[in-house]
């Protein structure tokens, strides 16, 4: 007859719900894993299959009743740092979409928008499309493989335990969100200065011939000259959204070490 007690029932609830804690919240929050597009039992079973296949690396978890308030806040934890990998990540593609607000209110599209499902809000024409790129070089680069490596990692980086977190963590994602601005306008630099070196050209000539409409020309130019950029530039963009990954895994890294209890 098999028995089965008390003490190894909460060690099977706690060896499945603490590291499933971590995983959801990163595949909530990660970006592919996080859209909504991705139906809520797609990422629950994805998670599942992450837990049965990591749980049995993680080493003994700590002893502690599974209903228990220091349950709960272990899996609070494990929630906060899944959102914290996730949401990292996810600021890399804020970047490009900031870089195509930017270009787009300058060619004149920024009133052009829908609505987009990814971020529950509306989005230029231009930083979905500049998005929709990013993604299709994250997954050429195996990026979606190398966020579940890096999810592996942090249980080697960060073991699931009762201590205290470190504020480090949040530092440093805080830290990494202040460069979206910068990057974005880096990457979108070189179409801003075209552009901005036309409208002058355009405000010059409107001054030495007033009879010339600039209002009534300016928008069409100003539009087939961005698109004629966008052409030239784009397929030259794929090194920098290498680096700018690059830069979010590395970040990935800090936030893991900042979280490390001191």
């Known amino acids: 007859m098999i028995s089965v007690t008390l003490d190894q029932l909460y060690g099977w609830i706690n060896a ?7 995983i959801l919240a990163l595949l909530g929050t990660a970006p592919l894993f996080g859209e909504s597009g991705i139906p809520v039992k797609a990422k629950l079973g994805l998670g599942v299959l992450l837990t049965i ?35 990292t990540m996810k600021l890399a593609f804020a970047a490009v979409q900031t870089a195509g607000e930017f ?19 509306s989005t230029s024409v231009l930083s ?18 190398l966020i579940l490596s890096g999810l592996v990692h942090s249980f080697e980086v960060l073991p699931i335990t009762d201590a205290q977190l470190s504020r480090g963590g949040l530092g440093a994602v805080i830290d990494w969100s202040a460069q979206v ?11 801003i200065t075209a552009l901005l070196t036309m409208n002058l050209a355009m405000g ?23 698109l004629l950029m966008l052409a030239i530039v784009l397929p030259q963009s794929s090194s920098f959204f290498d680096r700018l990954f690059t830069y979010a895994f590395e970040a990935l890294g800090r936030v893991m070490e900042g979280f490390l209890p001191r």
């Open 181 to 191: 601005l910068i990057l974005g306008l880096v990457m979108a630099l070189p179409l």
């Open 103 to 121: 270009i787009g209110l300058q060619m004149g599209l920024s009133f052009a928008s829908f609505f987009d499902p990814g971020t529950n809000s």
């Open 204 to 226: 010059i000539l409107n001054r030495t011939a007033p009879q010339l409409s600039v209002f009534a020309v300016g928008f069409p130019i100003s539009l087939m000259a961005g």
């Open 53 to 87: 296949a990591v749980g049995p690396a993680l080493g003994p978890m700590p002893d502690i009743a599974a209903g228990s308030f220091a349950s709960m806040w272990i899996v609070a934890q494990q929630v906060l740092i899944g959102v914290a990998l996730g949401f």
């Open 16 to 22: 499945l719900l603490w590291p499933l804690a971590r």
């Open 128 to 145: 979905r499309l500049m998005n929709m790129i990013a993604v299709l070089v994250f997954l050429a680069m195996d990026g979606h493989l």
